[in-house]
């Protein structure tokens, strides 16, 4: 059973910084491209960003680029999402996914399993 587990969400003021991570279990990480996609209320959701099976490819929506950097750790089975100075319009619900292929990719429907979402709140 596959499981993608998010953490790390939560309050912080305009500015601050927060790191999200992504737990991974029940596939063969090395194998999957990893994205981070948020919504915020009463919006769809949104590609962030994804980074590929080796690390080697980043990809990120211009809005975060320069502040929010994704990496991951294959022999931790995690991707990581550091966030800083951040803006109150970075306010949703961050989801981790994953993609069975090697480049990271931006469509949301091309990603194979999702995790249930952490908060992240950014009060200005």
């Known amino acids: 059973q596959v499981q993608l587990v998010e953490s790390g969400g939560g309050l912080v003021q305009a500015g601050g910084s927060l790191r999200l991570s992504c737990a991974a279990s029940?596939?063969?990480?090395?194998?999957?491209?990893m994205g981070w996609f948020r919504q915020a209320p009463g919006k769809e959701r949104e590609f962030v960003a994804a980074i590929s099976w080796s690390g080697g490819t980043t990809y990120y929506t211009n809005s975060v680029k320069g502040r929010f950097t994704i990496s991951r750790d294959n022999a931790k089975n995690a991707v990581y999402l550091q966030m800083n100075s951040l803006k109150p319009e970075d306010t949703a619900v961050y989801y981790c996914?994953?993609?069975?292929?090697?480049?990271?990719?931006?469509?949301?429907?091309?990603?194979?399993?999702w995790g249930q979402g952490t908060q992240v709140t950014v009060s200005s």
């Open positions: 996914a994953a993609d069975h292929t090697i480049m990271p990719r931006r469509q949301e429907m091309e990603y194979d399993y």
């Open positions: 029940g596939l063969p990480f090395r194998t999957y491209a």
